[in-house]
């Protein structure tokens, strides 16, 4: 189903020179002057402390410092604290959304502020701005430092209400045809026969090279690599810390070194691009309450933010965005340790014992190999976490910890004998800054919501022109041109959405850009996905082209 055939090109190129011809004057009116690329970086679970606690750590300022333009409101539908997938979907979509939600709108609204939506319009799919952007001609690319079918990078290239299903948010992005993809994640490109995590047989590396990518799955190879799309794969699920990556995972690359590729890459397009990067273990180590992680990421998402930085004021027709979608842990710098000395506290109080660390909890972990004898544990803390006085609660703590979850068992333990507080090892619902520099970027206190609409119309579209083109209801389109729809369900895990109209038949895989008409495969310029709650199926308005096109 992935291999266009030859005599069919030029029909699904006239077919699409056409749709773009008739939708553009009503997209670029939505900005009078666009900018060429526009890069949106995100640092997931980050509030004000990680961010002061990582300046005083670097001993100098972030690049980060010098475009700070205000604030970011992140509350969710259903939440004033929200969570990854419903924080992403707000700035990829412009859409608050429900809990868990991906690229889809909610299905309830209860925050005060938040509009309710009628019955029919409820876990619809709606479409990102980097679909928008693959709409208008522009190059498109993801960066995370997670799998990159994680909740933020999901919400710019999938749409389902389950952030956890990593099989389909992977397919969708295949499919979806994103020029570059720098992450971890590849478990769920292979089918489990393959050593993968995927049910449905379908092996997408195969699908990705099919269709001209170049794949990679080490630094070297991804610095090496000239063509001009690319998928980079550096781990089976995410990628390592920074300070860990140096000593346990030396073949990935580092965020920074994962952008400028990206934007080499993708800066060959002439009508520009647009990039997502994320920054995404600040929100793993702010869970685990370890600051060491904590600090390690933020000052590598930094070193990313000056690469954007330094290509926007080269080129000067550059919007570039940064911030969080949430903070995390409310870390504090002061702490009960800090009580009656606050007003004398010098940096060295909070430092010392977070410098004396060279790996993070997680890489602790990954050190002991599972040696918990007592005189193991306490030789690898003191020579990589710098902690050389564990009482023995602490020593059996660490030994009955979980397997992957050490962190959150020593993350605490340093905090304490530095003077970082935590209230939590979960989200927190405070505004968090809001970085802009370039043409047309946005200030002072936003929604997240704003951000997407800001970065579409800095592109020069709006997304409710994208919405009308990417994503129909089947149904109803299909009705109107005398066609019936089914859902051919004979395998669950690869269901296809089949339109007749008299002895003519069309078939659109389900999370699939394909369609077959007649036996003759297209590709479309966006995805078939169906809303699982409702059932409806939505499609992009290039289908209903393609099939009347083919005489039904």
Known sequence: MTKLLRSQKFAVWLVAICFTLAILPGMASAAQTPVKNVIVLMTDGTGSTH???????????????????????????????????????AFATGYKTSDKFIGILPDKVTT?????????????PVPSVLEGAKLVGKATGLVATSNIQHASPAAYSAHWPDRNNYNEI???????????????????????????????????????????YGFVENRQDMLQFKGKKLWGMFAGEDMAYDIDRKQLAPQEPSLAEMTKKAIGLLSQN?????????????????????????????????????????????????LVMAFADHSNGGMAIGSKASDQTYSKTSVDRLLVPLKKAVLTGEGVEAVLAGNLEAGNIRQVMDEYYGISDLTNEEIQAIQKAKRGNLNYVVGPMISKRSIVGWTTTGHTGEDVFFYSFGPHHPSGLIENTEIAHSAAKAMGFSLKQVDSNLFIEAGEAFKAIGAEISLDAADPENKVLVVKKGTKKAELPLSKNIIKINGKIYEMNGITVIAPKTGKVYIPQQAVELVKAAGM
């Open 270 to 318: 002439k009508n520009g691009f647009f990039l997502f990067v994320e920054g995404s273990k600040v929100d793993w180590a702010s869970h685990a309450n370890d600051p060491v992680g904590v600090i390690s990421d933020l000052m590598a998402y930094d070193e990313a933010v000056k690469v954007a930085l330094d290509f926007a004021k080269k080129d000067g027709n550059t």
């Open 112 to 124: 005060p502020g938040v509009a309710e939506l009628p019955d029919t319009l409820k876990t619809k």
């Open 170 to 212: 992977a397919e969708q992005q295949v499919y979806l045809g994103i020029d570059v993809v720098l992450s971890g994640g590849k478990s769920y490109l292979l089918p489990k026969a393959q050593g993968g995590q995927r049910v449905d047989g379908e092996n997408l590396i195969d699908v990705l090279k099919a269709r001209g």
């Open 51 to 89: 961010i002061t606690a990582t300046r005083w750590f670097k001993g100098s300022p972030l690049a980060l410092d010098e475009i700070l333009t205000g604030g970011v409101r992140t509350y969710g539908a259903e939440s004033i604290i929200t969570d990854s997938a419903p924080a992403a979907t």
